[in-house]
Nanobody, 122 residues
Framework: QVQLVESGGGLVQPGGSLRLSCAASGFSGFFLSNAAMSWYRQAPGKERELVASVPRTGGTTNNADSVKGRFTIFRDNTKNTVYLQMNSLKPEDTAVYYC????????????WGQGTQVTVSS
């Protein structure tokens, strides 16, 4: 059974930091090496938006303008885990954060985690 399990969310004050983790299990080595790994977020009443992505092992990361300079996505292939380091958090970063793994070949293989809540508030 393939799954993505997020952790690391919580309540933090503005200006603080959090590190989210997304552990992948049940996937083939080929998928993990070639899938794009991304973090999305969805705030109440808003659409889900892409926060950051890393296209494949060693590929160039891509961050949304709203988080550039503050968030960093990186992966540890030895642990099959992708991380989102979030610094200088703002109240507008409050959302449920979702991990995504996607590989498009003959089929569109697209997987989501269950989400983890991040709340930035004083």
């Amino acid at each position: 059974q393939v799954q993505l399990v997020e952790s690391g969310g919580g309540l933090v004050q503005p200006g603080g930091s959090l590190r989210l983790s997304c552990a992948a299990s049940g996937f083939s080595g080929f998928f993990l090496s070639n899938a794009a790994m991304s973090w999305y977020r969805q705030a109440p009443g808003k659409e889900r938006e892409l926060v950051a992505s890393v296209p494949r092992t060693g590929g160039t990361t891509n961050n949304a303008d709203s988080v550039k300079g503050r968030f960093t996505i990186f992966r540890d292939n030895t642990k099959n885990t992708v991380y989102l380091q979030m610094n200088s958090l703002k109240p507008e970063d409050t959302a449920v954060y979702y991990c995504n793994a996607r590989l498009v070949l003959v089929r569109d293989l697209n997987y989501w985690g269950q989400g983890t809540q991040v709340t930035v508030s004083s």
